[in-house]
T-cell receptor, first 114, second 114 residues
Framework: DTGVSQDPRHKITKRGQNVTFRCDPI?????LYWYRQTLGQGPEFLTYFQNEAQLEKSRLLSDRFSAERPKGSFSTLEIQRTEQGDSAMYLCASSPDQPTDTQYFGPGTRLTVL | AQSVTQLGSHVSVSEGALVLLRCNYS??????LFWYVQYPNQGLQLLLKYTSAATLVKGINGFEAEFKKSETSFHLTKPSAHMSDAAEYFC????????????FGKGTTLSVSS
């Protein structure tokens, strides 16, 4: 069990550029979650996958955001035409299977939009 | 809808003193409640989890929390603070009965002085 990994750990980009983040969940975890955390706040839910199916999206996930989990393993989160308001820590979590199973978090990707 | 409120954005204690971090929840159904800890520039680590099996839940690093339905509270305690406990602590509740997203409080920063 190597834990949830995320890449990159830090990303600095200019406003208007596209960025993509990757999350590798714990092996055999069926559920994968994306959260966003801004300074001084708790994480906020963005979206959730059960295997390869994206089952829920938050209203925070605007049209500029897209997430995929093509083979039910790793996931990517893409932000198009980044804005300064997108600057945040993006956290990925995975859990085994049941809705109330513990979610295990990765170290996060810190995005800074200049 | 479920929610949590953490009372006190910042708590300061001396090394060896009691730690008490407060969390109140709102839930229309029996809640699943969590405490997570976050060290600087890291992801979240689970401290403990309440799933209705027992009202007093013991977690890692000497922390415990007591579920009190009458007070809708789930406060986190530790008898004796260590310098290494300095971090940000988040209380969270599962969002709905189907158990998808975690809903987090705004967090409490714990400072420990020698």
């Amino acid at each position: 069990d190597t834990g949830v990994s995320q890449d990159p750990r830090h990303k600095i980009t200019k406003r208007g550029q596209n960025v993509t983040f990757r999350c590798d969940p714990i092996s055999e975890h069926n559920r994968l979650y994306w959260y966003r955390q801004t300074l001084g706040q708790g994480p906020e839910f963005l979206t959730y996958f059960q295997n390869e199916a994206q089952l829920e999206k938050s209203r925070l996930l605007s049209d500029r955001f897209s997430a995929e989990r093509p083979k039910g393993s790793f996931s990517t989160l893409e932000i198009q035409r980044t804005e300064q308001g997108d600057s945040a820590m993006y956290l990925c979590a995975s859990s085994p299977d049941q809705p109330t199973d513990t979610q295990y978090f990765g170290p996060g990707t810190r995005l800074t939009v200049l | 809808a479920q929610s949590v409120t953490q009372l006190g954005s910042h708590v300061s204690v001396s090394e060896g003193a009691l730690v008490l971090l407060r969390c109140n929840y709102s839930s229309s159904v029996p809640p699943y409640l969590f405490w997570y800890v976050q060290y600087p520039n890291q992801g979240l680590q689970l401290l403990l989890k309440y799933t209705s099996a027992a009202t007093l839940v013991k977690g890692i690093n000497g922390f415990e929390a007591e579920f009190k339905k009458s007070e809708t509270s789930f406060h986190l305690t530790k008898p004796s603070a260590h310098m290494s406990d300095a971090a940000e602590y988040f209380c969270a509740v599962i969002r709905n009965q189907a158990g998808t997203a975690l809903i987090f409080g705004k967090g409490t920063t714990l400072s420990v002085s020698s």
